[in-house]
């Protein structure tokens, strides 16, 4: 899979941008605050109905009252033209080719795309929150009843919450209105638990070769996946937890508060890992991501690279060189430092196209 154009208006700090794209790689260079991440979440949001770094009103141009992204992706002899559009206190519209989308939840999955950026390694240092979307997300892509009982395992959660909230403020509970949202919590988090546990089984092998291959090193790492659920009934547990849920205002059992348990051979990554360690790791997880995705579409989706080299050591931008001119498809590299990237490709003797972004406009279009 690969994206062939972008068209953007009013996207970000982009008032007007139409862009075709290599096949292969495609570096973005400029200085820092030019726009060279927000092309990236152009692309990102082409493929996820959102932004990776901003909700929608904040993706509006300063000065306008509305958003347009465009693209065209071609899988095999197939090109879809993608669109989303956003308009000021009127309803998203996200549409692939005529049709547009009731649901959005139906076009995840379709176009894959996966973002490597400096802000990865919070999957490792803060709370399970980011790790359950990490993976949540993977599966959601691979299993569109997986992304369904997602959706209603937290609308049933919410009500849940706030029938608790209502009864915790009034001092007045009725048990059988909570228990009628514990019936979905039941039904969707069971389905949700098996299939989180049947992934971690795929892609545990998957993250350990690409660890070995970035580090070198027979370095033994683990993923576990952790859950209250595997040690007590799912209905048990929301009536043992009745009281303190009450205290709270909110729901402490159940898949929402699964956590992902990331580890080397001397402990856990997040206190005993160095930064190369934590980095590695993350980089690991991205890039089985990615072999996980190719392996179940049948294609290789999209990696987005932001601003990684000035992350990454010698040794490891070497391997991931390595892996871009073997394994990878269409890449689109961020980098401020444009000698830095043409000297590196020029290592893997990879053929690549480079922009010039500055100011939200891009300058120079040129073959590295």
Not at 244 to 255: E, H, N, V, W
Request: glycine share 6%; aromatic share 12%.
């Amino acid at each position: 899979m690969r994206l062939e154009k972008l068209q953007l208006l009013n996207f970000k700090n982009y008032r007007e941008v139409d862009i075709s794209f290599s096949a292969r790689i495609n570096v973005l260079v400029g200085k820092n605050g030019s726009g060279k991440t927000n092309l990236l979440d152009a692309i990102y949001y082409l493929a996820f109905t959102k932004s990776a770094f901003s909700t929608d009103p904040f993706c509006i141009l300063h000065d306008q009252s509305y958003f347009m992204v465009k693209g065209a992706f071609r899988i095999g002899s197939v090109s879809n033209e993608i669109s989303s559009s956003l308009q000021i206190g009127a309803k998203k519209i996200f549409r692939e080719g005529l049709y547009d989308y009731e649901k959005l939840s139906e076009h995840i999955g379709k176009y894959p795309v996966i973002l490597i950026a400096p802000n990865d390694v919070d999957l490792v240092n803060e709370g399970s929150e980011a790790r359950r979307k990490f993976f949540d997300s993977i599966i959601s892509q691979l299993d569109s009843r997986y992304l369904e009982d997602l959706i209603q395992y937290n609308h049933a959660l919410k009500q849940r919450n706030s029938l608790l909230k209502m009864f915790g403020d009034s001092g007045s509970v009725d048990w059988l209105a909570v228990e009628s949202y514990d019936h979905y919590l039941i039904k969707f988090g069971t389905s949700i638990l098996e299939k989180r546990k049947e992934f971690i089984k795929e892609f545990l092998p998957v993250f350990r070769r690409f660890y070995q291959f970035i580090v070198e090193e027979n370095e033994e790492t683990d993923l576990e996946y952790l859950s209250a659920l595997k040690d007590q009934d799912f209905k048990e547990g929301l009536e043992a937890s009745r009281q303190k849920d009450l205290a709270l205002q909110r729901t402490s059992f159940g898949i929402h508060r699964d956590d992902f348990h990331f580890s080397l051979a001397n402990g856990e990554i997040r206190r005993l890992g160095s930064q190369g360690q934590q980095k590695s790791f993350v980089i690991s997880l991205k890039l089985a991501q990615f072999e996980i995705l190719r392996r179940h579409k049948g294609y290789k989706p999209i990696l987005l690279l932001d601003d990684i080299f000035d992350k990454l050591d010698d040794l490891r931008i070497a391997r991931l060189l390595e892996l871009m001119n073997t394994e990878l498809g269409q890449l689109f590299i961020t980098d401020a430092r444009p000698d830095r990237t043409r000297g590196l490709l020029e290592q893997v003797q990879a053929e690549a196209f480079s922009y010039t972004i500055d100011r939200g406009e891009v300058k120079v279009y040129e073959q590295v």
